[in-house]
């Protein structure tokens, strides 16, 4: 089990930039894939991006794909979400989650068994 903790979301106008942190706070986030997703108000929660558990490779949905970024650094025990040219679609609470299943399963939040309390995001116009 890894005990996670988002950070830096806030209030930004389109077109701005926000870096969210996931740190983990118990544990260690290395062995672990981890995943950010996303919950706006009234639907469901969804898959953002994801870094494999070795630190190589990542996946995003195609909504922020050329806009977001993962990234690792594991002497902070961290993983970021940089997050370019927002507009207000990106508004939502995010999250960060870790899990040591494979990468087919990258994308299903059921397969996350560990989850940070999320950090609004809003994006004005």
């Known amino acids: 089990q890894v005990q996670l903790v988002e950070s830096g979301g806030g209030w930004v106008q389109t077109g701005g930039s926000l870096r969210l942190s996931c740190a983990a706070s118990?544990?260690?986030?290395?062995?672990?894939?981890v995943g950010w997703f996303r919950q706006a108000s009234g639907k469901e929660r969804e898959f953002v991006g994801v870094?494999?558990?070795?630190?190589?490779?990542?996946d995003y949905a195609n909504s922020v794909k050329g806009r977001f970024t993962i990234s690792r650094e594991n002497s902070r025990n961290t993983v970021y979400l940089q997050m370019n040219n927002l507009t207000p679609e990106d508004t939502a609470v995010y999250f960060c989650?870790?899990?040591?299943?494979?990468?087919?399963?990258?994308?299903?939040?059921?397969?996350?068994?560990?989850w940070g309390q999320g950090t609004q995001v809003t994006v004005s116009s």
């Open positions: 989650a870790a899990t040591r299943v494979v990468w087919s399963g990258r994308g299903d939040p059921s397969m996350y068994p560990n």
């Open positions: 118990e544990g260690t986030l290395r062995g672990y894939m």
């Open positions: 870094l494999k558990r070795d630190g190589g490779a990542t």
